[in-house]
């Protein structure tokens, strides 16, 4: 675990709004007392989505502007065969103050969990990006995160967490920050492109993974309210 501590030490982001269950602070682990077999809730998938995202700010204090808004979403759960899943949505052109983007009454789609499968956990990160030049590639991006040994250190830890039989809470908060640095990094173009980063926390154990609705919220960057559900 050296290597990965490094990198995380070096790489990760801290997020600016945060969710997680109290109890797994006190606990440390995903499953309380040991415990192997936790409850599901009903379905046979997990699916999170953003039903609204308002820009709280324009990033630039002499003009009201205009911006192109970038989503890259990274989700790691107990899918040991691909624990660390990215989402990366075309970008949303002509957002200014005060928008939503437009996204529509069904929402935006950013993570499946495997089919027929419901996780024992999920760590869901959301990066909000001004994409300030035609030129940003963000699948690009992403294949090069796949590429680099950073990651697959990374994935490493995140496959053994997926087949430990009591997950550490930390690690799993470790892996979903550091690979969202990695991205990150690879994205901004300059300091003022990260409008901010979200991220939460849930298990079947401590909170019926999450399912329901929730908002993240950073005064003067973004609101997001978005959506977990077990799909049928």
Request: no cysteine.
């Amino acid at each position: 675990m050296a290597d990965f501590d490094r990198i995380v030490s070096k790489l990760a982001y801290t997020a600016s709004s945060e969710y997680s269950h109290p109890k797994v602070h006190e606990s440390e682990r995903l499953t309380p007392e040991g415990a192997v077999k936790v409850p599901v809730p009903a379905g046979n998938q997990l699916f999170w989505r953003i039903n609204e995202l308002t820009l709280l700010d324009n990033f630039e204090w002499f003009l009201d502007r205009k911006n192109e808004i970038r989503l890259v979403a990274v989700t790691v759960d107990s899918n040991a065969a691909e624990p660390i899943q990215f989402s990366t949505p075309s970008v949303f052109p002509g957002i200014m103050k005060g928008n939503k983007l437009p996204i529509g009454d069904a929402g935006l789609g950013m993570y499946y969990s495997a089919p027929a499968t419901m996780p024992l956990y999920m760590r869901l990160s959301l990066l909000v990006i001004e994409d300030d030049t035609e030129t940003r590639d963000v699948g690009k991006a992403i294949r090069e995160v796949r590429e680099m040994s950073e990651f697959k250190t990374i994935l490493d830890v995140a496959k053994g967490l997926a087949s430990a039989a009591n997950p550490a809470y930390g690690t799993l908060i470790a892996i979903g920050d550091a690979v969202t640095g990695l991205v990150g990094r690879l994205l901004e173009q300059n300091k003022d492109d990260l409008v901010a980063y979200f991220a939460a926390t849930y298990t079947a154990a401590f909170d019926n993974l999450g399912i329901g609705k929730h908002t993240f919220h950073q005064d003067r960057h973004a609101r997001v309210q978005y959506e977990i559900l077990a799909k049928v």
